[in-house]
T-cell receptor, first 113, second 112 residues
Framework: NAGVMQNPRHLVRRRGQEARLRCSPM?????VYWYRQLPEEGLKFMVYLQKENIIDESGMPKERFSAEFPKEGPSILRIQQVVRGDSAAYFC???????????FGQGTRLTVV | QKEVEQDPGPLSVPEGAIVSLNCTYSNSAFQYFMWYRQYSRKGPELLMYTYSSGNKEDGRFTAQVDKSSKYISLFIRDSQPSDSATYLC????????????FGKGTKLSVKP
């Protein structure tokens, strides 16, 4: 049973480009969570999705950031017009249900140059 | 005041020592408490999961929750060099288990 799979593991983008981060949850998990970890900072919740629905996006920046979890395929975190401050590690976690513990992937490290 | 406070360390101990890691929090609604271990450039790995107050033991690890003091601890007995990592406390109020409030993490180094 593969764990939470994130790709790419490393992503370099120039300022103004778009970044697309993908997350495939564990088999049987329909709940996905995205977190951001800035250098020397703890993990910060961004968004919680179920298939085809955004449940809680209270941690998402109001502009340039969006997330989806389509019926088929991985969850996508999309960052438009990236800026240097977007450089961070982005982690995805999945769980089989709201009341169950979430398991984290290995993260995507985004560097904006 | 931040919701969750955690001493960032770094903490350096000799092999075999007992390690004590702590977090304090301000939200009295928190009732689920977790400790994660994160190796450098890896994802967080769930170590301990506790509900409400009390102790929970798993091998060399013991988690304690004192809700009256809003204080949680993780003890590591007979520490090993392989325990060297950053330890993150996390908690929530019982809503979605994936929507967690994390501490900044304590970096632990266990010297052989």
């Amino acid at each position: 049973n593969a764990g939470v799979m994130q790709n790419p593991r490393h992503l370099v983008r120039r300022r103004g480009q778009e970044a697309r981060l993908r997350c495939s949850p564990m088999k049987g998990h329909s709940h996905v969570y995205w977190y951001r970890q800035l250098p020397e900072e703890g993990l910060k919740f961004m968004v919680y999705l179920q298939k085809e629905n955004i449940i809680d996006e209270s941690g998402m920046p109001k502009e340039r950031f969006s997330a989806e979890f389509p019926k088929e395929g991985p969850s996508i975190l999309r960052i438009q017009q990236v800026v240097r401050g977007d450089s961070a590690a982005y982690f995805c976690a999945s769980s089989p249900g709201t009341e169950r513990q979430a398991f984290f992937g290995q993260g995507t490290r985004l560097t904006v140059v | 005041q931040k919701e969750v406070e955690q001493d960032p360390g770094p903490l350096s101990v000799p092999e075999g020592a007992i390690v004590s890691l702590n977090c304090t929090y301000s939200n009295s609604a928190f009732q689920y408490f977790m400790w994660y271990r994160q190796y450098s450039r890896k994802g967080p790995e769930l170590l301990m999961y506790t509900y409400s107050s009390g102790n929970k033991e798993d091998g060399r690890f013991t988690a304690q929750v004192d809700k009256s003091s809003k204080y949680i601890s993780l003890f590591i007995r007979d520490s090993q060099p392989s325990d060297s990592a950053t330890y993150l406390c996390a908690m929530n109020d019982g809503g979605s288990q994936g929507n967690l409030i994390f501490g900044k993490g304590t970096k632990l180094s266990v010297k052989p």
